[in-house]
């Protein structure tokens, strides 16, 4: 006879409520006034002295910028229906969005770009980038791809990254952002790996001079030192969480030489 392991509870909707509304540093009168309900109703929800109806909770999410991901936990705690939808990039009912993602990959071509879902796991990518990674470790270059663990591994690109100090405080910063307004657990452990991998033996200061409006990634590579700068794409009225949680980086050349050689590279 086998022992049967009790599944782990839900926490109650009001905690999961409290802890968001504490988590954006909103009193109770702060949220209350923003969602359009008594602070003394607000209270008895997050006590579980009162349930939210459907639309309240809806409203106290928007509120508290929520993610859809996390919204279906809401939900689910108060006992409704997940609201939000996940589905692969690659299903028929996303093709639009999907053919959207391919169109800005490849314009961006000779420059680098790449989607990425939460956890900064690699979901498409254009011609520019396996140039970048080519030689490196199989096992870190083999999918699914971690782009932040390959950018900072010592087996990875770190050891061509002429100003890695710069860069790699550039993406614990990122990451503790992602983590400040999603409080993704695997973001954190993430974050936790990244930091336990050695830090550069010296400074920065024999990288080129960088642009002074962002961070870039410098690359030292065969035809030289390669400087970009990064953006950020999402899509602006998700509602899907495979959407809500797609983000497009697109590298720019940050000085002639970079665009004359990305041309010539991805031309050859």
Request: no cysteine; aromatic share 6%.
């Given at each position: 006879?086998?022992?049967?392991?009790?599944?782990?509870?839900?926490?109650?909707?009001?905690?999961?409520?409290?802890?968001?509304?504490?988590?954006?540093?909103?009193?109770?009168?702060?949220?209350?006034?923003?969602?359009?309900?008594?602070?003394?109703?607000?209270?008895?929800?997050?006590?579980?002295?009162?349930?939210?109806?459907?639309?309240?909770?809806?409203?106290?999410?928007?509120?508290?910028?929520?993610?859809?991901?996390?919204?279906?936990?809401?939900?689910?705690?108060a006992g409704f229906a997940p609201m939000y939808r996940e589905r692969s990039l690659d299903d028929?009912?996303?093709?639009?969005?999907?053919?959207?993602?391919?169109?800005?990959?490849?314009?961006?071509?000779?420059f680098p770009a790449l989607a990425i879902d939460r956890h900064w796991t690699m979901l498409a990518?254009?011609?520019?980038?396996?140039?970048?990674?080519?030689?490196?470790?199989?096992?870190?270059?083999?999918?699914?791809?971690?782009?932040?663990?390959?950018?900072?591994?010592?087996?990875?690109?770190?050891?061509?990254?002429?100003?890695?100090?710069?860069?790699?405080?550039?993406?614990?910063?990122?990451?503790?952002?992602?983590i400040a307004a999603s409080a993704d657990p695997v973001l954190v452990e993430l974050l936790h790996e990244l930091e336990s991998f050695p830090a550069p033996a010296s400074d920065d200061s024999n990288a080129p001079p960088p642009p002074p409006f962002a961070v870039p990634l410098q690359l030292r590579t065969e035809t030289g030192v390669l400087s970009f700068i990064g953006t950020t794409t999402v899509f602006g009225t998700p509602v899907d969480i495979t959407l809500a949680e797609l983000a497009l980086e697109t590298f720019f050349p940050a000085d002639a030489a970079t665009a004359a050689a990305l041309r010539g590279l991805v031309g050859a």
């Amino acid at each position: 006879m086998h022992a049967t392991v009790p599944a782990p509870s839900m926490p109650a909707v009001g905690t999961l409520l409290r802890d968001w509304r504490q988590r954006r540093r909103l009193s109770q009168l702060d949220l209350a006034v923003e969602a359009d309900v008594s602070t003394r109703h607000l209270s008895y929800v997050e006590t579980g002295r009162a349930s939210p109806s459907r639309e309240m909770l809806m409203r106290l999410a928007e509120r508290l910028d929520v993610p859809l991901r996390e919204r279906n936990t809401l939900l689910t705690a108060a006992g409704f229906a997940p609201m939000y939808r996940e589905r692969s990039l690659d299903d028929p009912s996303l093709a639009a969005a999907r053919e959207a993602v391919d169109l800005v990959l490849r314009g961006h071509e000779p420059f680098p770009a790449l989607a990425i879902d939460r956890h900064w796991t690699m979901l498409a990518h254009n011609r520019s980038v396996p140039l970048l990674m080519a030689g490196l470790d199989a096992a870190l270059a083999a999918p699914p791809v971690n782009v932040l663990r390959l950018s900072l591994h010592p087996d990875g690109l770190a050891p061509r990254i002429v100003n890695l100090g710069q860069w790699r405080e550039h993406v614990f910063a990122r990451l503790r952002q992602q983590i400040a307004a999603s409080a993704d657990p695997v973001l954190v452990e993430l974050l936790h790996e990244l930091e336990s991998f050695p830090a550069p033996a010296s400074d920065d200061s024999n990288a080129p001079p960088p642009p002074p409006f962002a961070v870039p990634l410098q690359l030292r590579t065969e035809t030289g030192v390669l400087s970009f700068i990064g953006t950020t794409t999402v899509f602006g009225t998700p509602v899907d969480i495979t959407l809500a949680e797609l983000a497009l980086e697109t590298f720019f050349p940050a000085d002639a030489a970079t665009a004359a050689a990305l041309r010539g590279l991805v031309g050859a």
